[in-house]
Nanobody, 123 residues
């Protein structure tokens, strides 16, 4: 079992930045891929990006590429989502998730989920 706890959400003006954290416990993450998703009201959960824990390789959705960066801290067993140049359309609940699959993009490919953290970007 892997427990995930997100933090760092909040209200920010357009153009601003936020850093989300996802602290993991219960198991080493060396064999996992960690993903970030978001879900706006009335919309489906959307893939934001992922990082392969063992290699640090990252993949991003086109909508956030160049603005968001995913990183991890092995010592803290924590994954980060640095969000810059935020736009109102980035407003959503952000979730981190862990997958045993090598290249997961769909939510159903992830085994463990955090509770989510709200990000609101005002115009």
């Amino acid at each position: 079992q892997v427990q995930l706890v997100e933090s760092g959400g909040g209200l920010v003006q357009a153009g601003g930045s936020l850093r989300l954290s996802c602290a993991a416990s219960g198991r080493t993450l060396s064999g996992y891929t960690m993903g970030w998703f978001r879900q706006a009201p009335g919309k489906e959960r959307e893939f934001v990006g992922r990082i392969r824990w063992s290699t640090g390789n990252t993949v991003y959705a086109d909508s956030v590429k160049g603005r968001f960066t995913i990183s991890r801290d092995n010592a803290k067993n924590t994954v980060y989502l640095q969000m810059n140049s935020l736009k109102p359309e980035d407003t959503a609940v952000y979730y981190c998730a862990a997958s045993n699959t090598r290249y997961p993009i769909q939510p159903r490919q992830y085994d463990y989920w955090g509770q989510g953290t709200q990000v609101t970007v005002s115009s």
